[in-house]
């Protein structure tokens, strides 16, 4: 089993359509959660922390859920500019910190 | 404006050559790190430092090397044992290692003639 395993997508979605991501981790020691964004041949950009409490930004929506493994990403009103790969990151507890990249989720949002 | 810089954006390699990749940050992060990404794939970790004259091998170093001698500088060097070099270089820093958001730069493209 991958360390981190995202559904590779894409998710073709309209404007203004909601769209959701799950993220696993392997790993239940694991603390730290990320999500990057990442356009085309550019590099990845933090998109937001993901808190145990779950946490909102505008239209981004992060959930942790412990007990089954995976973390989610939520966006509402799906905007053209969203479309890009997102990235799930997992901090590996063993041995010394590293974070692990999950390979993305690509979303196209349709005019 | 404090960020992450990579030259060259794009860097031809002949067989049996070595290239260096610099990365520099001025956001006085004392953690700075290498990772390679090839499609398909999530980002893979070359090499890392947690502090100035100190670095570490991450998940796949053979055929890298890497210096830190300067706070700001994280040079990594492809050597001719890298057999499969063309890759996506990206290089990123983060305040502190630990559960510390990581920042990147624009990476640097490889390929080899």
């Known amino acids: 089993r991958k360390e981190v395993e995202q559904d590779p997508g894409p998710f073709n979605v309209p404007e203004g359509a909601t769209v959701a991501f799950n993220c696993t981790y392997s790993?239940?020691?694991?603390?730290?959660f990320f999500w990057y964004r990442q356009d085309c041949r550019k590099e990845p950009k933090l998109l937001m922390s993901?808190?145990?409490s779950g946490n909102e930004d505008g239209r981004f929506t992060a959930q942790l859920n412990r007990a089954s493994q995976y973390i989610s990403l939520l966006i509402r009103d799906s905007k053209l500019s969203d479309s890009a790969t997102y990235l799930c990151?997992?901090?590996?507890?063993?041995?010394?910190?590293?974070?692990?990249f999950g390979t993305g989720t690509r979303l196209k949002v349709l005019a | 404006d404090g960020g992450i810089t990579q030259s060259p954006k794009y860097l031809f390699r002949k067989e049996g050559q070595n290239v260096t990749l610099s990365c520099e940050q001025n956001l006085n992060h004392d953690a700075m790190y290498w990772y390679r990404q090839d499609p398909g794939q999530g980002l893979r970790l070359i090499y890392y430092s947690q502090i100035v004259n100190d670095f570490q091998k991450g998940d796949i170093a053979e055929g890298y090397s890497v210096s830190r001698e300067k706070k700001e500088s994280f040079p990594l060097t492809v050597t001719s044992a890298q057999k499969n070099p063309t890759a996506f270089y990206l290089c990123?820093?983060?305040?502190?290692?630990?559960?510390?958001?990581?920042?990147f730069g624009p990476g640097t493209r490889l390929l080899v003639l």
């Open positions: 790993n239940s020691a694991s603390q730290s």
């Open positions: 993901v808190y145990s």
């Open positions: 990123a820093s983060s305040r502190a290692l630990g559960p510390e958001t990581q920042y």
């Open positions: 990151v997992v901090n590996s507890p063993s041995g010394t910190y590293k974070y692990i």
